[in-house]
C-alpha cells in the first residue's frame, strides 16, 4: 500500500505547486479554459459576478415557500421533494425545509457505498425531524458491474453513475406524487464554481451510461437513468423545478451549517466535501488525482475562499497534504475497493497506468445538449 501513497504524494505535488496558479483563488492550468489576468483568473472572476448577483438579488424564501403549498396536490401528503445524500449541504436543506413548515419526502439513493457515519446522520435527521424517507437501492451486483465497465472505459466521471442515478430518483419520485418543486442542497456559497469542463461530465448523459454499460454487457435492471429528453418531459410538461435550496437563506455558511446539525440533531461532519459516500472520497481523494490529475479540492476550496469563509492560505496548506484524515484512513479505503470491486492490487496498478479515454469516445448526448442550450431564450432548460 505504501507504493500508492507515494504515487498520491507526488501526484499532488505536481498538480498543485508545479504549475501556474491563480493570484485569488485556487484554480490553475489543470483546468481547461483557464485565463490569467491581473487580479485573477476567468473561473473566480466568473463566480464573483454570479454571487454578486445572487447578493443583491435575494431570491425570497417565503415566496418559494408560498408557490410550493400553492401547488400541493390535493389529499397529497408531502408538497416537496429533498434529496438527501448525507452530506452536510442536503442534511441541512432537509433541516431548514421542515424549519419553515413544509413537509417534503426526502429521497436518497442508495449504491453500495453509504459510509456508516451517512447512514447514521441519515437516519438520526430523519428520525429528528420526524420526515419520511424514500430510498432506492440499486443491486450492489449490477451496480458493481456499471462500475466496472466505467473503470474498463477509462473514462474520468465515474461518479456520472450515482449522480445521474440520484437526479433520476428525484424527478421519479416528484412524478410519482404530483409535485412541482425539487429542493436540493446544491448551493452558490459552496458550490456555485464552475467545474472544469475536463473535471467531470455532463450528469444527464443516459446515452454515456448505456452505451458503456453495453460494451461489458452489464443489464440493467434496478438502476434509474434520466436524460436529456427525460429531463424536457419532466420540466417542460410535468412542470416540475430544481431549486437550489440553499440560495434562498440568507448568508449561507458550511461552517455555521455544520455547527448547527451538530448542536440540534447530533451530526457527525465529514473532512471534506461529499465524503459522506465511501467510493466519492476514494474517488475524489485518490483516483481522480492520481489517474486523471485532478484535485477537486481546488474548486471547492476557491468557492470558501471567495465568500470569505476560508483565508487562502489555509486553503493552500490542505491542498499540501492529501485529502484524508490519515494515510491510515487512506489504507483502509484502498483495502476496502479492492475487496468490494474484488480486485487485486494489480489491477488497481494497471488502472492507473492506463491512459484516459474522453467520454465522447462512446454514445453521448452531448449534442442534445448543446441544441437545447442553444434554444435557451425560448425553451429554457437547467442544463
Known amino acids: 500500500m505504501e507504493k500508492f501513497i ?11 505547486f508545479n504549475t501556474q496558479k491563480c493570484k485569488r483563488c485556487l484554480m490553475d492550468e489543470t483546468a481547461s479554459g483557464i485565463s490569467f489576468s491581473e487580479n485573477g483568473c476567468n473561473y473566480c472572476e466568473e463566480f464573483l459576478k454570479i454571487y454578486e448577483i445572487l447578493t443583491k438579488n435575494k431570491p425570497n424564501l417565503d415566496d418559494l415557500k408560498e408557490r410550493i403549498i400553492r401547488s400541493k396536490p390535493i389529499n397529497s401528503k408531502y408538497d416537496c421533494i429533498v434529496g438527501i445524500s448525507g452530506g452536510i449541504d442536503s442534511s441541512y436543506t432537509l433541516a431548514k425545509v421542515k424549519e419553515i413548515g413544509l413537509n417534503p419526502l426526502a429521497v436518497h439513493m442508495d449504491n453500495g457505498w453509504n459510509s456508516e457515519l451517512a447512514t447514521n446522520n441519515i437516519k438520526k435527521l430523519i428520525s429528528s425531524l420526524n ?7 440499486i443491486q450492489w451486483d449490477e451496480y458493481r458491474d456499471l462500475m466496472q465497465a466505467f473503470f474498463d472505459a477509462d473514462v474520468i466521471d465515474i461518479e456520472l453513475l450515482y449522480d445521474n442515478a440520484a437526479l433520476a430518483v428525484c424527478y421519479q419520485q416528484a412524478q410519482k406524487y404530483g409535485l412541482k418543486f425539487i429542493l436540493a442542497g446544491t448551493n452558490t456559497s459552496t458550490e456555485g464554481f464552475r467545474m472544469p469542463e475536463n473535471w467531470n ?5 443516459k446515452k454515456n451510461i448505456l452505451s458503456i454499460s453495453k460494451r461489458n454487457n452489464v443489464k440493467i435492471k434496478t438502476f434509474p437513468t434520466i436524460g436529456t429528453i427525460d429531463l424536457v418531459f419532466f420540466y417542460k410538461f410535468k412542470r416540475i423545478k430544481w431549486f437550489n435550496f440553499l440560495d434562498y437563506l440568507e448568508n449561507y455558511n458550511k461552517f455555521e451549517a455544520i455547527s448547527i446539525l451538530q448542536d440540534k440533531y447530533n451530526f457527525k461532519p465529514y473532512p471534506y466535501k461529499h465524503y459522506e459516500s465511501i467510493f466519492t472520497r476514494f474517488y475524489q481523494g485518490f483516483i481522480l488525482i492520481t489517474k486523471f490529475g485532478i484535485d477537486k479540492r481546488k474548486n471547492h476550496l476557491s468557492s470558501l475562499i471567495l465568500t470569505n469563509q476560508m483565508e487562502k492560505k489555509e486553503a493552500l496548506e490542505i491542498l499540501k497534504e492529501i485529502p484524508y484524515p490519515s494515510e491510515k484512513d487512506l489504507v483502509e479505503d484502498i483495502e476496502f475497493f479492492l475487496k468490494k470491486m474484488k480486485w487485486k492490487e494489480k489491477e488497481l496498478e494497471e488502472y492507473l497506468q492506463r491512459p484516459p479515454k474522453k467520454h465522447s469516445t462512446y454514445g453521448t448526448e452531448i449534442n442534445i445538449r448543446n441544441f437545447f442550450k442553444k434554444i435557451q431564450k425560448i425553451f429554457p432548460l437547467p442544463l
Open 6 to 16: 507515494k504515487i498520491l504524494k507526488e501526484k499532488i505535488k505536481n498538480i498543485n
Open 131 to 137: 420526515v419520511d424517507l424514500y430510498t432506492h437501492v
Open 201 to 205: 461530465w455532463y450528469k444527464f448523459d
